[in-house]
């Protein structure tokens, strides 16, 4: 049987919530975080790899970036490898991939995958992600990936499930919310219909395409430009007027718009790896939950802390509790854990004041 599955790796993004560790010149999906010995994009190639033709996964990157997808992933082809010179949001990432993907196979059906992921189950993944894509090849459909929340968590958006479907661990999308207060949050966690929104997305081309076209005027005339060019030119070079493009997101232009939306619970087990506070989620490495990525530390009454610091270095702590610790180049950032707030601010002064990226 014809394999008409394609996968979308948005890999562009600057990562500034794992800042200082992640730079604007060298983001996170680069980075090996927890020093397996692969960073978060080849972790993230590497699970759809496992079931998907490799010819059939794209990666979108800023063109800054280019130099680390070619090392990290010499076996990609390069006309798979779509490079945007400018950042203008997912949702000008997702239409020119699609458009892209549709020129190869105007059969496919795509999920597009951020790389700032942890899967725990990847045999769980495999077969919830091969259902899905099943799902939206039957129609005009759109589909966003969720999990049942296990605790009040205030730092991800959540998904509510409306009206069953006669499809197994399928419903439709009934409303979105992007990071609750934590009252909400907890609502959410007893109500039992709300689950956590993982950022995966899945649809049939033409779908998405029909979508955005309808919902957002300012593509209008960009998406049959895109197609038009897709057709004439090397698909890898992104158009000119991707700079007029609005920095809009899938999400929000999409997603919570559109009529044909489905959500899909999942089993594979996941967290967001996006900051600080997130991170530290499934990885305890010690009694007392302090999580220490690929760092030598000595930690003595310290609890629930993140440790990070430049190889060959070591920390000896003593007394602390729920803070990162996060050394890289030339900056060393000491943070209470759970207030990004702080962290976002800290960042900011030191970009402004002090000329530090």
């Given at each position: ?6 996968c979308l ?22 980075i ?8 978060l ?15 059939h ?101 959540y998904?509510?499930m409306?009206d ?13 919310t ?39 005027p ?9 197609m ?5 030119a ?17 999400d ?20 967001d ?16 939950g ?9 930690l ?5 802390n993140?440790i ?5 270095h ?44």
């Amino acid at each position: 049987m014809e394999n008409h599955n394609y996968c979308l790796i948005l890999a562009g993004g600057i990562g500034s919530r794992l800042w200082p560790m992640s730079r604007k010149s060298f983001p996170k999906q680069f980075i090996d975080i927890f020093g397996t010995g692969k960073t978060l994009l080849q972790e993230t190639y590497d699970r759809f790899a496992r079931f998907m033709p490799a010819d059939h996964i794209y990666i979108s990157t800023n063109v800054d970036y280019l130099p680390f997808v070619y090392e990290q992933l010499p076996m990609v082809d390069d006309t798979h490898i779509l490079e945007e010179p400018l950042h203008r949001g997912t949702l000008a990432s997702v239409a020119w991939g699609t458009v892209v993907i549709k020129k190869a196979d105007p059969q496919a059906s795509l999920i597009v995958s951020p790389v700032d992921q942890l899967i725990l189950n990847e045999t769980h993944f495999q077969q919830d992600v091969n259902a899905a894509l099943d799902f939206v090849s039957q129609g005009n459909r759109l589909m966003v990936m969720g999990l049942r929340p296990t605790r009040p968590e205030t730092g991800y958006g959540y998904v509510q499930m409306g009206d069953e479907t006669d499809y197994p661990n399928i419903s439709r999308l009934k409303t979105f919310t992007e990071k609750p207060e934590l009252k909400y949050a907890e609502v959410f966690l007893q109500d039992g219909s709300f689950l956590w929104n993982t950022g995966i997305f899945v649809f049939g081309v033409d779908a998405m395409l029909s979508n955005i076209y309808q919902l957002v005027p300012e593509y209008q005339v960009e998406i049959p430009k895109m197609m038009a060019d897709a057709e004439t030119a090397d698909p890898k070079f992104l158009p000119e007027f991707f700079s007029v493009l609005p920095k809009l997101s899938v999400d929000m232009n999409i997603m919570e718009k559109s009529q044909n939306v489905y959500v899909y619970e999942c089993h594979f087990g996941w967290a967001d790896l996006g900051t600080w506070g997130t991170l530290s989620e499934n990885h305890v490495t010690d009694a007392e939950g302090n999580i220490i990525l690929d760092t030598r530390a000595l930690l003595t009454n310290s609890r629930g802390n993140v440790i990070r610091l430049e190889k060959g270095h070591t920390a000896l702590i003593d007394g602390l509790q729920d803070y990162v610790i996060v050394e890289e180049g030339d900056v060393l950032m000491i943070c209470p854990k759970n207030n990004a707030a702080t962290m976002r601010r800290m960042m900011t002064e030191a970009q402004t004041q002090l000329g530090i990226e």
